[in-house]
């Protein structure tokens, strides 16, 4: 059977969507013409043009590292969370001029909810465009709120964590230390939690959740985490707010006598917050914090952000 011209690889983050999407491209377009069940060849001309990142029958669509100005005019050099619509135009042409090596012709898109509708939209005009040799390989966390017009034009692959054995194992033999711990918070994806690793996200993440299980005054704590987010190669703003948000659902679940689904060893000090907590006012925190999810990419002073942000979560706690 032949292989679809548009795949999409759905499913949550660090699960190995990225990691396949990538293995096949280099089948893809190896020279070797690996079977079924081979891997690309490592040696042949293609092989060896993609380990050198400079493929002409290959492209990367992914939010760029831009110059970005930032307030009172400092230019922030910050990692975009847009694919711009140059970018698919780009592609426009790579798709209507002839391959080069005369074999398929390969682009990933990662993820495809960078794109806001009017990108969307032109890469759709694309997609419309039957190719023999072209193949899109297009990854998504947050498949659902993908364009149904997208949706419709591509095979989707779903993509699920695996066991929680497996995924132990997997970081035991990738050496990610004290791995398996944070399985839970990572909803099982151990890619997710090497990555966190090995960029030093784990161990921020690891002061913003003490701070979590021993609430102090909101104000104060706002300070402290400033500078997490602030740090070079810091924690995003989201992600903190992802954390608050899993501690305030494990709150709820040690008020209600449920076990906690991202903190499971820390349920002895969660049931001890969770006795002193008012139920509705928690409910409220839960979605007060929901919303300011929104803004967490692009926050106007990040500082009054983090006051807002802990003074409605700890306020359950009468903090
Ligand atoms: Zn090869």
């Not at 990142?53 to 992914?62: A, I, N």
């Not at 426009?92 to 990662?110: L, P, S, Y």
């Not at 709820?252 to 076990?259: I, K, L, M, V």
Request: glycine letters at 8%; charged letters at 25%.
């Amino acid at each position: 059977m032949p292989l679809p011209h548009a795949l999409l690889f759905a499913g949550p983050k660090g699960v190995g969507k990225r990691e396949t999407a990538d293995e096949l491209a280099l089948r893809l377009l190896c020279e070797s013409r690996p079977g079924p069940y081979e891997t690309a060849c490592g040696t042949c001309a293609s092989c060896v043009m993609m380990a050198s990142g400079s493929h002409p029958d290959y492209r990367l669509v992914q939010p760029e590292a831009a110059e970005e100005e930032g307030e009172g005019g400092e230019s922030d050099k910050k990692k975009s969370k847009q694919i711009r619509i140059g970018q698919v135009r780009e592609l426009e042409e790579f798709f209507h001029v002839g391959g080069h090596r005369g074999g398929a012709r390969v682009c990933v898109i990662d993820p495809a909810e960078a794109m806001n509708p009017v990108v969307a939209n032109s890469l759709l005009k694309i997609l419309e465009e039957p190719s023999a040799s072209f193949y899109f390989l297009i990854i998504s966390h947050r498949w659902r709120n993908l364009l149904p017009t997208l949706l419709s034009r591509v095979r989707r692959v779903m993509f699920n964590p695996p066991a929680g054995r497996q995924a132990q194992e997997w970081l035991a033999r990738n050496k990610v230390p004290d791995g398996a711990k944070w399985l839970d918070f990572f909803g099982n994806a151990p890619l997710a939690v090497a990555d966190a690793a090995a960029s030093g996200r784990l161990r921020k993440l690891d002061a913003i959740i003490a701070d979590l299980l021993d609430p102090q005054e909101p104000l104060a704590q706002a300070a402290r985490w400033e500078a997490h987010v602030k740090a070079e190669g810091g924690l995003a703003m989201e992600e903190l707010v992802i954390a608050v948000q899993k501690w305030l659902h494990d709150l709820g679940q040690a008020a209600t006598g449920a076990a906690p689904r991202y903190f499971p060893q820390q349920n002895k000090t969660l049931s001890a917050l969770g006795q002193r907590l008012s139920l509705p006012l928690l409910l409220q925190a839960q979605r007060q914090v929901g919303q300011l999810r929104r803004w967490a990419n692009h926050p106007l002073n990040p500082r009054l952000f983090l006051e807002d942000l802990c003074v409605r979560a700890f306020r359950p706690l009468g903090l």
